[in-house]
C-alpha cells in the first residue's frame, strides 16, 4: 500500500491540463480587463477632445465673430454669455462613447481671467475677462469584463482652458511701421508722413540688430522678413520718407482694393529717429499709399478691433487679438 501510495503521489498526469487552464483563464481575464481599460482609454479622449473644442470655441465666442470691426462705438469688452453659450454647445456636439454630453449635467463652463504671471485660470465675467474653461465628465460608464473582479462601473472627466486676449506679440513677416500712442484711439485717420517732425504720429522702424537702410525696409514689405515682435522689445524708429520704400507698400497695397488690414506696433514716443520698446499692438486699415510729391504719406485709419494669426496673448487693449490659444 506505501509502494502505491507513493507511485500515487509520483503521477504528473493531468497536471499539465491543470496549469494550463489556470493560465488561459489569467490571460482570458487580463485580456478582458484590457478592454476595459482600452475603452475607457477612449472615453477619456473623447472627454479631453470635448473639453478642448468648447474652450477654444467659448474663448473665440468672447469676441465679435466677424473681424476686423470698424465701428468705433463698438465697445472692445468680452461678452461672457455668447462665449459660454458657444463652450457648451461646442462640448455638446462631441460624440462621447456614442453619445452627445448632455449640457446641464456632463459640461460644466466657466467665464474668468486668466493669469498669465501665476498661470492660473480666476472665474469671473469682468470688462478683462480672456479666458474660458470647461469640465466635462461621464458617469456609469458600462465595464463589461471587469465586472469579475467587482467593477461593473466607471467614470472619466476631462478639462480645458483656453483664452483669446489682446495681442501680446507677433509673428514674423509684419509692416515696418509703427504707431505713436497717442493716435490708436479706433476710428482715429492716420496720415503717416514720416518725415523729421517732433509730432510725428507714425513711422518705419527697424528691428536690431538689422541695418536701418531702405533696402532692408523694402525686404521686410516684399519678402515678409520683418523679425517677430513682442511688448518689450526695442526697436529703432525711422523719421524719413523714402519714396522706393513707399513705392513697395503702394505695390502691396494693390493686392487689397478694399484697405490692407494689418497690426502695427505702438510706441510711446514724441519724435521718431531714436530707440523706443514696443508698448503694444493696434489693428489699422491702410487705404492710400502716396510716394511722389511733397507730401509722401500712408493713409488709413484705426480700427476698433482686428485679429492676426500669428499673434500671442498677453497684451494690453489697443483692439489687436490674438486667435484663440489652448492653456494650462
Not at 501510495?5 to 494550463?20: K, P
Not at 458657444?86 to 456632463?106: M, R, W
Not at 475677462?129 to 469579475?148: H, I, K, P, Q
Request: aromatic share 6%; net charge negative; proline share 7%.
Amino acid at each position: 500500500m506505501k509502494t502505491r501510495f507513493r507511485e500515487h503521489l509520483a503521477n504528473q498526469s493531468g497536471s499539465v491540463a491543470l496549469i494550463s487552464g489556470i493560465a488561459i483563464f489569467a490571460l482570458l481575464g487580463a485580456a478582458a480587463l484590457a478592454l476595459d481599460i482600452g475603452h475607457m482609454v477612449m472615453v477619456k479622449s473623447q472627454l479631453q477632445k470635448a473639453a478642448d473644442a468648447g474652450a477654444l470655441a467659448g474663448a473665440r465666442g468672447l469676441w465679435p465673430l466677424t473681424l476686423p470691426v470698424t465701428d468705433p462705438s463698438i465697445p472692445r469688452t468680452p461678452d461672457c454669455a455668447a462665449g459660454l453659450l458657444a463652450a457648451q454647445l461646442t462640448a455638446h456636439n462631441n460624440k462621447v462613447d456614442g453619445s452627445n454630453l448632455a449640457i446641464d449635467s456632463e459640461v460644466t463652463v466657466q467665464v474668468g481671467r486668466w493669469d498669465y504671471a501665476a498661470r492660473n485660470f480666476i472665474p469671473g465675467c469682468t470688462s478683462t475677462s480672456n479666458c474660458v474653461r470647461v469640465d466635462t465628465r461621464r458617469t456609469g460608464v458600462v465595464m463589461l469584463f471587469a465586472r469579475v473582479f467587482g467593477m461593473d462601473t466607471a467614470d472619466a472627466t476631462g478639462a480645458a482652458s483656453a483664452v483669446m486676449d489682446f495681442a501680446g506679440g507677433v509673428g514674423k513677416g509684419g509692416l515696418p511701421i509703427c504707431l505713436d500712442r497717442d493716435y490708436t484711439d479706433p476710428g482715429t485717420p492716420i496720415s503717416v508722413k514720416m518725415t523729421p517732425d517732433n509730432t510725428d504720429n507714425a513711422g518705419w522702424f527697424i528691428v536690431p540688430p538689422d541695418a536701418a537702410a531702405a533696402s532692408m525696409l523694402k525686404n521686410y514689405i516684399n519678402k515678409g522678413e520683418c523679425p517677430p515682435l513682442y511688448i518689450g522689445q526695442t526697436i529703432n524708429l525711422q523719421n524719413g520718407a523714402d519714396a522706393s520704400v513707399l513705392s513697395a507698400l503702394q505695390d502691396g497695397l494693390a493686392q487689397h482694393p478694399d484697405g490692407w488690414n494689418t497690426i502695427l506696433p505702438v510706441v510711446t514716443t514724441p519724435k521718431f529717429g531714436q530707440d523706443q520698446p514696443i508698448v503694444g499692438f493696434v489693428p489699422v486699415c491702410i487705404t492710400a499709399v502716396v510716394s511722389t510729391g511733397g507730401h509722401k504719406r500712408v493713409e488709413g485709419h484705426v480700427l476698433d478691433m482686428g485679429e492676426l494669426g500669428s499673434a500671442l496673448p498677453g497684451g494690453p487693449n489697443f483692439g489687436a487679438l490674438a486667435p484663440p490659444k489652448g492653456v494650462q
